[in-house]
T-cell receptor, first 111, second 114 residues
Framework: DQQVKQNSPSLSVQEGRISILNCDYT??????FLWYKKYPAEGPTFLIS?????DKNEDGRFTVFLNKSAKHLSLHIVPSQPGDSAVYFC??????????FGDGTTLTVKP | DTEVTQTPKHLVMGMTNKKSLKCEQH?????MYWYKQKAKKPPELMFV???????INESVPSRFSPECPNSSLLNLHLHALQPEDSALYLC?????????????FGPGTRLTVT
């Protein structure tokens, strides 16, 4: 049973527009969520996180929204830039416990 | 310095070889991790070291042997690997041994077992 799902393997967006990456989870005990970005031949890089006591966290062009009732979180990138093209992983954990990663979404931002 | 370094970048080894992967961080982080990542899959946790002690072993086969010589270094000793062990091996560290803390990943070692 995959507890964290990223149902869209890929997403293509025009430069300057909004990118919305989605993540669904099944374990209602998850209370901390993180997004990582990964370029080819590099390790993942932390982007942004949110705890379950919040429903939104913003950092520059990146905003994460959490809908606990729907067990859904999304990452918004506005405006999208070609350098944002990468694989994006969401991860969830229960307290300090082990993170569970989604399978990732490949974002392509076209100039 | 917010970097995690890993050596070597690429490694090709036979099934009877013994080799080691190395990881280093100088951020004063107290937790270090080994992950394995296959193509188009998320990172898969292998080991966690917390304050230089092994705290999590995700039922990894004994042909993988981790070692944490000090708070900045993490090794992964490899022996008698199988071709299916070919993958990207990622090292990461975090300020505290809790997954709610962001992890800093190294670039990985691309391992091919022939």
């Amino acid at each position: 049973d995959q507890q964290v799902k990223q149902n869209s393997p890929s997403l293509s967006v025009q430069e300057g527009r909004i990118s919305i990456l989605n993540c669904d989870y099944t374990n209602s005990m998850f209370d901390y969520f993180l997004w990582y970005k990964k370029y080819p031949a590099e390790g993942p890089t932390f982007l942004i996180s949110i705890s379950s006591i919040k429903d939104k966290n913003e950092d520059g062009r990146f905003t994460v929204f959490l809908n606990k009732s729907a067990k859904h979180l999304s990452l918004h990138i506005v405006p999208s830039q070609p350098g944002d093209s990468a694989v994006y992983f969401c991860a969830a954990s229960v307290g300090a416990g082990k993170s569970t990663f989604g399978d990732g979404t490949t974002l392509t931002v076209k100039p | 310095d917010t970097e995690v370094t890993q050596t070597p970048k690429h490694l090709v080894m036979g099934m009877t070889n013994k080799k080691s992967l190395k990881c280093e961080q100088h951020m004063g982080h107290r937790a270090m991790y080994w992950y394995k990542q296959k193509a188009k899959k998320p990172p898969e946790l292998m080991f966690v070291y917390s304050y230089e002690k092994l705290s999590i072993n995700e039922s990894v086969p004994s042909r993988f042997s981790p070692e944490c010589p000090n708070s900045s270094l993490l090794n992964l000793h490899l022996h008698a690997l199988q071709p299916e062990d070919s993958a990207l091996y990622l090292c990461a560290s975090s300020q505290e041994p809790a997954f709610s803390y962001e992890q800093y990943f190294g670039p990985g070692t691309r391992l091919t077992v022939t």
